[in-house]
């Protein structure tokens, strides 16, 4: 079943790659949305794709790469939109 995940990530997640961490995860799990950096200091992600993929997507999330620290994910589920069309990461 398809599903759409809006998340946001707190912790030490800007300037340590995590943006292109989370592209890289959403490819391969073949998930389709955006990553962005927030005003706050933490990320922000939009994600559509198989429930089952979401939930790994989520696990990935929640560690991140090497030199980020990964304080708190919350995510919000929505119906599935089917509005994206690859996984970005937007400026």
Do not use: T, W
Request: charged content about 30%.
């Amino acid at each position: 079943m398809k599903s759409h995940f809006e998340i946001s990530v707190q912790g030490r997640v800007q300037g340590v790659g995590y943006r292109y961490f989370v592209k890289a995860r959403a490819l391969e799990l073949n998930l389709k949305g955006f990553v962005r950096n927030s005003r706050d200091g933490g990320v922000l992600i939009e994600a559509e794709g198989e429930r089952a993929d979401l939930d790994v997507f989520l696990d990935y999330l929640k560690i991140g790469p090497a030199l980020a620290r990964v304080d708190h994910v919350e995510v919000s589920r929505a119906e599935f939109s089917g509005s994206f069309e690859d996984f970005v990461i937007r400026h």
